[in-house]
Every structure is written in structure tokens, then in C-alpha cells.
């Protein structure tokens, strides 16, 4: 099924407002980075890992679910947090280690809750596919309406955590939907180094599931597909495994020099950049107007700057704060 | 604390009680783990719950720790309160990841928004020749890394009590049973494990240490196992004329040190008896509470009766001389008097 006009415009709204935060966030990350850069200085200190070039990804499936619905996502989750609906003032926060994030500064970019959107993310490989797992067990046990989706990437598939979580998602016919973002490289390893196979979606035989595989990073398809496999889990039809071809435009981290991409990689990749791809598609099927997209855009300009405005203007966690919140 | 016609259980039924009761008035609350649905789990700890609760709350699951493990965690800060069972303590190195970095952090990550209800239960111990990699304790590795809850019953009423409030805690407890207590025939068992258990629920404080014996001569600091063999330990002293208090701490975590410095400000002597390894772990975590609280609280030299630093060997005299008795109990006790 096709996305409809409100839809486009709600998936272009979330595509941009991801990309906007991530160009904002990288900003303010090299802000005392310089000229020496060391991770530990600067406005926001730690690792960062951008998602420039992966939001048809995130917004091809977020499309369908609801707040109640439960997604896990990796290391590089701003784009799929932004889209499943977390507070982006608090979200903001947390990256920059304030008192008013998510988690009061305890979690950082990489572990970002949020009760409110049922989204939660974590650091280690592969590590979502059994809180997904497990969610949508529990929404099966309660006969609760409601779908878990966990993102991963290309790499995720070697880990032994995701087999597991596959397999006892297929075998217990869970709502479940696994969706692989295939970015083509695992920091600096390219897939066909690490990965016997080129279509991950092949692997859902193993499991006795569909499997979809969807090239070109289209917002469109992957909206259809995604569609088909939430519609599908929500009908108690068990799991799906899709892997989208994405791109990453960034670095692994901030700070990669990306001296293992191939000569020419970085520029055709921009060059397939989704953002104006879409627009030029919205404008070019007549489902957005000039105008609409550039409201779209100057909107989701100023939410992300009043979100970073939020989180520089908030207060540092008292250093002992460090010490509470270990047990619920 | 037996008395005659008083219901005694065994720890695996108490446990299987506890989880039962439970299970009636939270539907919220369900077991998973390998072979917990017809078997009835290999140490019995949910046997029998299959018949009333059915085999969607009396879960049997592939042989993926990761998985059904993380999957815990997901049903828990979903609102379920997920019982998991890891059969062997020793097979944590399967699925430390979803332990100690989902399960255990996951509250704090989240700033307190998000609660995670689950028990994990596992069984440690050896003593019957079942090799290094299903013989071991491991708390104190658990213990270490802050975010879980640790207990260990010595007893059936306990286990009772612990169960229950397990299952009722927002935060994951990781539920370690000594395999020796539980009751089980094929294992060997301890019987003074088996007590009196009340029909009715009642909840065993996680945190709180127990007196198993009170004295005024020296304090037998222990847990699991190590419990009864400084009640046996005890005895033998008393017949020396020695009185010895037994401090049995239930809980690793949070541990009652209150309870553990009192003890030892009365007898101003400590012994810790550990079945965990030596190195890094209980004992020393035990002597350190009370000599950083008070170094003159001690009139001797602390004594510590623990698993020595090797892999737990198979042949039985090899074993049986690494592990903790109550003989190296009394030799401690003849070299801290001496």
C-alpha cells in the first residue's frame, strides 16, 4: 500500500527534522574539539554516531506504529527516535548531559529511554533483538494490540544474539518485525568482508518467515513493505525480517576519517542523498507543493533549534546524581 | 524450628509455591527458561505449575540464554514480571550481555522511567562431581556489578519468602539457588534445608542478613551452603565450649552490613565461609565491611574459608578437598584462639 499525501508529508516533516538534528548536533559536538580533537572535551563529550542518509529507514517504519508500540534501536538511534515520537527537547538534553534529558545525563547518545514513546536503545551489537523479542512476547501474553520493532544494522546479523532472538521470535509467532539497516559497513569493514551471504533477507528461511529485501534507501517502498510487515505481526501472524540498502553518509563516529571508504564512495552517495531525492519526488508527483516542503523545512529548522536551545540552557546533573536511580 | 505436623517443603517447592501464589494474583507474572514446562525444571523449581498455569505462562524456550534472557528484559519494562532460569549459573557466559548490561542497567540508563520486574533464578554449588562448568557459585561476580539484587536462601521458608518479594521488587533480582539444598533426591541434599513453610504468602526482606545462631565467641559469616556448614561447625565448637554466632546473609546484595558489624562487635572474631572463589569476591567484601567500619572491632586476625583460585576439578577426593566443611571451620577457629 502506497503512503498517502499525509503520510508523505509527515515522513519528509521527520526525515528533515532527523537531518537538521543531526547537522545541529554535529555543530555543537566539534565545539571545543579543536584544533586538538579529544573526544572527552567539548560541549558534548563521548562518541557520537550520526544517521545523516538513514532516516527513509526510520520513517518508512515508523510510519505505521503507534506510540504504544515498542521499538529498540543501536548505537546510531537519532533518526528512529526522532521518528517514533521521543520528546526531542529531552531527548536534546540528554545528549548534551543535562539534568533535563531523558535520564537526567546517566545515558548518553547511546541509551536513550523514553517510557512515554516505548523506545529504548543500547551500545552493543545486536543487543535490541531481545528487549524487542521480549516486549512483543509480553504484548502476545496481555492479547494487547501492539508491534516490536527492532533496528539493527548490516553487521548485527553475525552477532549470536540476533540468531537467538530470530528464531525464538519465529518459533513463538511473535509480533514481531526485524528491520536490518544495511549501510554497507560495519565502522570499517564492508558487508561482502563479513557477511557469507549479500541478501540478509535470504536469512528468513532459516526462520519460516518472509523476508524482504529493499534497494535504493526508497522512503516509498519501504514504507510498503514495512507496511505489509507490521499489518502482518499486528494481525498475529508472526515476524519479518526486511533489510533496507541505506546509506551512511557520516563516519562510523565523529572524528572517522573514512580512509577505508573506496576513492569517489562519499560523493555518489550524496549524490543519492533521500532528502532531496524525496522532494524532488513529492514535488515531481504532485503531492507536495513547493511552498508546503519549504514550510516543512523552515518548521522543522526552528523545533530542532528550540530543542538544542532547550538542552544549552539546562542546568548540569548535580555530580551526585551519579549515585541514585540504581534500582527502580 | 521444626515442629512436629508442621508442613515442611523442601527449597524447590518452596520456591514452586511462592511462584504459584504469585501467579494467581498477577497474571503479569510468568516463568521461562529451558525444560520449565513438562520437567518441571530440572531442580523442581516449577513443578507441578505447568498443570494449573499452562505452557504459555509456564514457558519452555529454546536453548538461547541471550535470548530469552533479553526477552526478560523487554517483558519486563513492558509491564510483565518475567521469572527467567538460567539452569546453570555456570552458563552465564553465554548471556552475561543481556545480565549485566541490559537487565542490570537498564533502570539506571533510564533514569528510574523505566522499571525492570524480573527475577533471574540460577542454580550454583557443587560437591558432586559435576565438573567445572556446572559446579560453581559465581555470586560474588554478580554482586560485583551494581544494578542487580543477590540473594541466595539457605532454607525452604526463605525461599519462600525471598521468592515472593522478588517477584515483587521493580528492580531484576538474580534468585541463586544452592543445587545441595534444594531438595532434590538425585542431587545429595542437605536436609536441614527442608523446613516448616506457612501455606499462606509472607515476604523474606531482600537486604536483610539473619541470625541462624546467636554466640558471643566468634561470628560465622555465610551464605547458601556455607550456612549449614557453620550451623555444623557451630555445633562442634559448643562441644569445645566455644559459642560461635552464625550469620546467615541471604542477601548479596543490597548486604546488611548493620547486621554483620553488630555480630562481630559482640564476638570480636570473623569467620567467613565462602563456597564462591576465594580471590576478589565474599570474603573478602565481608572483612572489609567490618574493618573499614571499625579496625578494632577484630581481637584476632579475620579468617576466610573460601573456594581456592582454581576451576572446579572433577574427581571427587580433589573436589571435596577445594571445597568449604565444617572441619576447615573448626581448624580456623584452633588457629585464630591458638
Known amino acids: 500500500m502506497a503512503p498517502t499525501r499525509d503520510e508523505l508529508h509527515w515522513m519528509y516533516r521527520y526525515m528533515v527534522i532527523s537531518r537538521r538534528f543531526e547537522e545541529t548536533i554535529a555543530e555543537a559536538y566539534f565545539e571545543g574539539k579543536t584544533p586538538v580533537f579529544n573526544m572527552a572535551n567539548g560541549t558534548i563529550p563521548g562518541e557520537m554516531h550520526l544517521s545523516d542518509g538513514q532516516e527513509p529507514v526510520a520513517v518508512g517504519v515508523c510510519a505505521h506504529l503507534k506510540p504504544t508500540d515498542v521499538v529498540t534501536a543501536t548505537h546510531r538511534p537519532h533518526h528512529q527516535a526522532i521518528a517514533k515520537g521521543v520528546d526531542l527537547d529531552k531527548m536534546a538534553a540528554e545528549i548534551f548531559g543535562k539534568k533535563t534529558g531523558l535520564s537526567g545525563g546517566r545515558g548518553g547518545h547511546m541509551h536513550l529511554f523514553d517510557a512515554n514513546a516505548n523506545f529504548a536503545c543500547s551500545g552493543i551489537i545486536a543487543q535490541g533483538m531481545g528487549p524487542a523479542v521480549g516486549a512483543a512476547l509480553s504484548r502476545k501474553m496481555q492479547g494487547k494490540d501492539g508491534v516490536a520493532v527492532a533496528f539493527l544494522g548490516e553487521g548485527a546479523v553475525n552477532q549470536g544474539a540476533w540468531h537467538e532472538a530470530m528464531n525464538m521470535a519465529a518459533v513463538w509467532k511473535l509480533p514481531f518485525v526485524c528491520v536490518i539497516e544495511d549501510n554497507a559497513w560495519g565502522i570499517s569493514v564492508p558487508k561482502d568482508a563479513a557477511t557469507a551471504i549479500a541478501n540478509n533477507a535470504d536469512r528468513a528461511a532459516a526462520y519460516g518467515i518472509p523476508g524482504h529485501r529493499i534497494e535504493g534507501n526508497d522512503p516509498y517502498k519501504i514504507y510498503e513493505v514495512a507496511g505489509e510487515a507490521i499489518a502482518r505481526a499486528r494481525a498475529g501472524e508472526g515476524p519479518t525480517l526486511i533489510e533496507v540498502e541505506t546509506y551512511r553518509l557520516a563516519g562510523h563516529f565523529m572524528g572517522d576519517a573514512e580512509a577505508y571508504r573506496p576513492e569517489g564512495e562519499k560523493d555518489a552517495l550524496f549524490a543519492k542523498d533521500p532528502i532531496p531525492a524525496m522532494r524532488a519526488r513529492m514535488l515531481e508527483d504532485g503531492s507536495a507543493s513547493e511552498a508546503e516542503l519549504d514550510r516543512i523545512e523552515a518548521e522543522a529548522a526552528e523545533r530542532v533549534a528550540a530543542a538544542i536551545k532547550f538542552a544549552r540552557e539546562s542546568e548540569e546533573p548535580a555530580p551526585e546524581d551519579a549515585l541514585t536511580a540504581v534500582f527502580a | 524450628m521444626n515442629k512436629p505436623n508442621e508442613r515442611k517443603l523442601t527449597i524447590a517447592r ?64 513492558d509491564g510483565m514480571r518475567p521469572i527467567a532460569e538460567l539452569m546453570f549459573v555456570d552458563f552465564f557466559g553465554v548471556c552475561f550481555d543481556a545480565i549485566y548490561n541490559l537487565m542490570a542497567k537498564n533502570i539506571y540508563f533510564s533514569g528510574g522511567n523505566f522499571k525492570v520486574p524480573m527475577v533471574l533464578m540460577t542454580s550454583t554449588g557443587g560437591g558432586y562431581s559435576d565438573g567445572g562448568q556446572h559446579s560453581q557459585c559465581l555470586y560474588g561476580s554478580f554482586a560485583h556489578l551494581p544494578g542487580m539484587k543477590v540473594v541466595q536462601p539457605s532454607n525452604a521458608y526463605d525461599a519462600k519468602g525471598l521468592m515472593t518479594a522478588a517477584i515483587r521488587d521493580d528492580s531484576p533480582v538474580v534468585y541463586m539457588f544452592h543445587k545441595s539444598l534444594q531438595g532434590m533426591g538425585w542431587l545429595g541434599t542437605e536436609k536441614a534445608a527442608t523446613v516448616h513453610v506457612p501455606e499462606e504468602q509472607y515476604v523474606v526482606e531482600i537486604g536483610k542478613a539473619k541470625i541462624a545462631r546467636e554466640g558471643k565467641d566468634v561470628t560465622i559469616v555465610g551464605l547458601g551452603m556455607g550456612v549449614h556448614n557453620a550451623l555444623k561447625a557451630a555445633d562442634r565448637l559448643a562441644e569445645q565450649g566455644v559459642s560461635a554466632e552464625v550469620v546467615d546473609l541471604v542477601s548479596l546484595v543490597p548486604l546488611d552490613r548493620e547486621t554483620i558489624r553488630a555480630s562481630v562487635a559482640k564476638t570480636g572474631r570473623l569467620i567467613v565461609v565462602d563456597e564462591d572463589y576465594m580471590s576478589y569476591g565474599v570474603t573478602g567484601e565481608i572483612i572489609a565491611s567490618v574493618t573499614e567500619h571499625n579496625i578494632s572491632a577484630l581481637k584476632a586476625a579475620p579468617k576466610r574459608i573460601a573456594y581456592p583460585d582454581v576451576p572446579i576439578p572433577f574427581a571427587r577426593g580433589m573436589e571435596q578437598f577445594c571445597l568449604p566443611n565444617p572441619e576447615k571451620i573448626v581448624a580456623a577457629w584452633g588457629e585464630m584462639a591458638a
Do not use: H, K
Not at chain 2, 529451558?34 to 507441578?48: F, S
Not at chain 2, 519452555?60 to 528484559?73: K, L, N, Q
Open chain 2, 14 to 77: 518452596a520456591m514452586a509455591e511462592a511462584t504459584a501464589q504469585e501467579m494467581r494474583i498477577d497474571p503479569g507474572v510468568f516463568v521461562m527458561g529451558e525444560d520449565v514446562g513438562q520437567l518441571g525444571g530440572i531442580y523442581g523449581n516449577t513443578r507441578g505449575l505447568i498443570e494449573e498455569f499452562g505452557s504459555e505462562r509456564i514457558r519452555d524456550t529454546p536453548i538461547s540464554e541471550t535470548a530469552f534472557i533479553g526477552a526478560a528484559v523487554g517483558a519486563a519494562q
